[in-house]
């Protein structure tokens, strides 16, 4: 243990959290104090501890991860996702998971091979068709309606073209057009519950072969209960599901896109390892895995910009942090974007170099230097599944377009709940 009992920190108060003014502080924070401190937060009253070193976060996230709790913010993400698997605890969050987890193994991730690549050539073709009128791209834009379709299309199925055929419009489409994530958002969100509550009650009473998430989230039954889910906790999955697979892929691949307009040797070697896996169509899992460039540059684009770039645990029980004792009840800040950018853990951390991801360096690096989906039993289930899209998108736009920027300006980002950027990313398309 350290010899003084509390870390270092800044005089002033500053309530820390999704905001930009946070991350600008968390940087200077860093540089002035280093791995672990902690800063006075005037709205609750304590103090937040800031870890920064790999090991302290191992402890937090995994080895220790039962002293634990989601801790601050998550009442206003509950107010948007409800008591699904991103916001619950305990006995019920580890049911749910248990039962929820099947859905996304490798065996069903495979069977979305064809929903995947249908839905990237049809934004392709539409990309396409801009292109030959010689209008730019909004990236930002387009992979979040991709992004949006392919969650949407995972989860349920053919009834998402039966309900826009009911209803004359995707019901969801907010999702993808609203970017703020207020009050007001959230309301209506929570209003969609009703829809979804429909389509479970026709689904029960009219039974059919679906094979979508709704389907096995429905099939589930619990090993300690012997029952399935209720409707409300089948709304609130669901909700989560959407929210938490939608924006951080999108996001994912708006900065991607930026990065490889921002390299001409990124752009070019994509091409050519694009190229390289052919026309085959869909792409299966198993090709896109083969994809290894692509697959560096987008571990290197969620390096540099993780969209979650900020989470937060609370302690059940006192702790040793950074050799500092904490408390019970005491909030800890992990940051991923911090931590991909922690200078003695990264060469060059704020240069873009996807050949870090390649053997031999990848395996000299701290494992828990690197977390953009997480670590530990609440790491993020989709990961594979973001993989899998986020891979077969890039090659299907890189065999078909060139793509550049419009100009040479470095974006901006913005730090909300997830790290995007601050403007729409507008592109222009070359067919090849
Ligand atoms: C590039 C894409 C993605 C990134 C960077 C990402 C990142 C993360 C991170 C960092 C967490 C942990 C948050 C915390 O502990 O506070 C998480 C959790 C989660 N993610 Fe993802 N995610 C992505 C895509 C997806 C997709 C596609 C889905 C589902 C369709 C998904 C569903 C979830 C769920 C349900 C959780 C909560 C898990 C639990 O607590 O048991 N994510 N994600």
């Not at 970017?179 to 958002?185: A, C, G, I, M, Q």
């Not at 012997?226 to 669901?238: H, N, P, R, T």
């Not at 060059?348 to 230097?369: G, T, Y």
Request: glycine share 6%; hydrophobic share 40%; charged share 30%.
């Amino acid at each position: 243990m350290n010899d003084t009992t509390t870390p270092p920190g800044p005089d002033e108060g500053f309530d820390l959290g999704g905001t930009d003014e946070s991350l600008i502080r968390m940087r200077e924070y860093f540089r002035v104090h280093g791995d672990t401190y902690r800063v006075f937060a005037p709205g609750r009253g304590a103090y937040f501890y800031v870890i920064n070193h790999p090991e302290d976060i191992k402890r937090v996230l995994l080895t220790n991860h039962r002293n634990y709790t989601k801790g601050e913010g998550m009442d206003r993400v509950k107010i948007l996702l409800g008591n699904g698997i991103m916001t619950s605890e305990g006995e019920h969050w580890r049911r749910q998971r248990r039962m929820i987890q099947p859905a996304f193994h490798r065996r069903v991730l495979e069977q979305f091979g064809a929903l995947v690549g249908a839905v990237n050539d049809r934004y392709a073709d539409r990309w396409a068709a801009k292109a030959a009128r010689g209008e730019p791209i909004d990236i930002s834009d387009e992979t979040s309606e991709l992004t949006l379709d392919i969650v949407l299309r995972s989860i349920f199925g053919t009834d998402l073209d039966r309900l826009k055929r009911e209803l004359g419009e995707n019901p969801f489409a907010l999702v993808a057009k609203e970017t703020n994530r207020d009050l007001k958002f959230a309301f209506r969100f929570r209003a969609l519950g009703k829809l979804i509550q429909q389509l479970i009650a026709r689904r029960r009473r009219e039974p059919q072969d679906h094979f979508d998430f709704l389907a096995m989230l429905m099939a589930q039954v619990s090993r300690d209960t012997g029952e399935g889910m209720s409707d409300a906790e089948l709304i609130d999955e669901v909700m989560t599901l959407i929210v938490a697979g939608h924006e951080t892929t999108a996001a994912t691949l708006t900065w991607t896109w930026y990065l490889v307009g921002r390299h001409g040797e990124t752009a070019e070697r994509l091409r050519a390892e694009a190229d390289r896996a052919g026309e085959a169509r869909p792409l299966a899992l198993e090709e896109t895995e083969a994809l290894e460039f692509t697959h560096q540059v987008l571990q290197e684009s969620l390096r540099l910009y993780p969209p979650g770039w900020l989470f937060t645990r609370r302690s059940i029980d006192a702790d040793v942090l950074g050799g500092y004792p904490i408390g019970p009840r005491t909030d800890v800040f992990i940051s991923p974007y911090m931590l991909h950018r922690h200078p003695a853990f990264w060469d060059a951390p704020e240069e873009f170099r996807p050949a870090r991801f390649a053997a031999p360096d990848a395996a000299l690096r701290h494992r828990f230097a690197y977390i953009p989906f997480s670590v530990g039993p609440r790491h993020c289930i989709g990961e594979h599944l973001a993989m899998f899209e986020m891979l077969a998108h890039v090659q299907t736009m890189s065999r078909r377009f060139r793509i550049e920027r419009t100009c040479d300006e470095p974006v901006e980002y913005e730090a909300q709940i997830n790290l995007r950027t601050r403007s729409n990313l507008m592109m222009t398309v070359t067919e090849r």
